[in-house]
């Protein structure tokens, strides 16, 4: 009777490991458009009214738990808002300034605006679902392919990049976050000569990105706004419009940026707290985006 | 039948019918907690982390149910917050069965029944979890650099989980206790505690007190 017992959990414990072994081994190795991978968005298709409802029915517990996080939080961040806000009044002054000089040059050159943020339909989503773990950082929103919302378009939230749209289903989305580790963004430190480099997440620590393959002297200080670098080149452009402001420059150790070319980055967006988002769909979607291939409503993107 | 038959005139519920309720709360359990991890208590960030429920879950289960059902619960939850976070398929499934039936191992060797082996268990799954995650993700490659503070996040992940170990596994006790098998080596530690069928009790309350002169 014992020994049956024993045979039996032994059985049931190798079909269970063998289970998770297989469908491991089958969904990394196929490509997004396979069973597996169907069947995945299906469920979540599937499940997306009820966590919405979830999500509904528990934000009272969310917003309690919320407010005195956000409260201590506020109280520590009075002084430095107070005078960044002086700082920015200033700036905004002379960039609003420079920007009037920027639009009258590029009618007489002839730029058009079509890479641009205002090229695109900002959708508003409300996101129901998040991921907790540290491996995979992405968010559910409650608006998909029938909304305009394609695989790869740009996401934004509290007027930062938050990431991207890496799944569309019918009614909702899945939006991958910077500080996922398979994403990377090309971008500019605004200021200075405008260093360009990739800027990929730090695997562990959420609140950092790290700005990568910097020219070793550039002259980058601590507080420059980081946006999305953004280009173009004829069919093809990058899956960020220019112009995103993603972070700000929180360590620039001169060291480090000669030894490694990268220096450290603060997103501007709380990635862990955000409850909507502004979806950066085209209109039409015909422009052909790097990474995309094919511009299918389901396919895996990688960096831009 | 006869079983089922025994079970009657004992007052119990048949075994098959314990079982179908059993699976049937497991399944309720799993399918809530996996539910109201994403939509609340993955938004509430306690120093820097997040909660995570599942594994204290399936711990839960694990101690209360035995190796067998706490595999598969594991190997359920783990596949069910793949799918629903468009993770890749069978790595949570393989960390949760793994918990679910080392927790399982333990109430079937050792049977602890210490108050506070849950929080102990409840940080030994995480730590499992977060640290089993981090090793499967390093063997499928990863294409980021990998802070040090990950450590720190899965330490405090780990602190954070003990800390809310001991109401989710009374929760998870409150929902299946009822409808568990009997384990017959809790029955007669249960009677032997309340003096009811132990064979050592018996002379004794025969016997009355002992005269002070003979001890």
Known sequence: ??????????????????ASLILLTAYFGESPSSPLHQIQRGIVEVLSPVQEGASKVLSPVR?????????????????????????????????????????????????DGSSGISAYDPLAANVYQRDPQLWYATVSVDKGYDDGVRAGDPVIADRGLVGKVTTADPTVSVVTLITDHSNAVTSTVLGGRGETGVLVPAVG?????????????????????????????KPLDSLYPPGIPIGTVSNADQTQLVNNQQVQ?????????????QILTRPGGATQRAGLGGVTPTAQVGGG | ???????????????????????LRLLTLGFVSV????????????????????????????????????????????????????????????????IGYWSGRLHELRDPSHGLVPLAGGALATAL????????????GVDS???????????????????????????????????????????????????????????????????????
């Open chain 1, 63 to 111: 917003d309690v738990a919320g407010w005195f996080s956000d409260t201590f939080r506020a109280r520590s961040q009075v002084k430095a808002l107070r005078r960044n806000v002086q700082k920015l009044t200033f700036e905004l002054a002379q960039f609003q300034t420079d920007a009037l000089v920027n639009r009258q040059l590029r009618h007489e050159v002839g730029l």
């Open chain 2, 129 to 140: 979890a977060g640290i089993g995650m981090a090793l499967v993700q390093f063997l499928l």
């Open chain 2, 1 to 23: 039948m006869i079983r089922d038959a025994l079970s009657r005139r004992d007052g119990r519920e048949p075994a098959g019918s314990e079982s179908t309720r059993l699976i």
């Open chain 1, 205 to 233: 620590n959420p609140s950092q990105l790290l700005l990568q393959y910097l020219d070793p002297h550039a002259q980058i200080t601590v507080g420059q706004l980081v946006v999305t670098a953004g280009w173009k080149s």
């Open chain 1, 1 to 18: 009777m014992h020994d049956k017992q024993v045979r039996r959990r032994r059985a049931v414990l190798g079909v269970l490991v063998g």
């Open chain 2, 35 to 98: 539910i109201v991890q994403e939509s609340a208590v993955s938004q509430i960030s306690i120093f820097g982390v997040s909660a995570d429920l599942t594994p204290l879950v399936v711990m839960s289960v694990g101690l209360l149910a035995g190796s067998l059902a706490g595999a598969t619960m594991g190997f359920a939850v783990g596949l069910f917050v793949d799918l629903a976070l468009v993770q890749t398929l069978g790595v949570t499934s393989l960390l949760y069965l793994t």
């Open chain 1, 265 to 277: 980055v603060n997103p501007i967006v709380d990635l862990r707290r955000f409850t909507s988002v």
């Open chain 2, 145 to 215: 650099p990998v802070s040090f503070l990950l450590l720190q996040q899965i330490f405090v992940g780990v602190l954070v989980n003990a800390l809310i170990a001991l109401p989710v596994y009374a929760v998870v006790q409150r929902l299946i206790q009822p409808v568990l098998p009997a384990d017959p080596r809790r029955r007669r530690r249960r009677a032997y505690t309340t003096g009811g069928l132990s064979p050592l009790s018996r002379p004794s309350e025969r016997l009355g007190a002992i005269p002070r002169s003979a001890r």
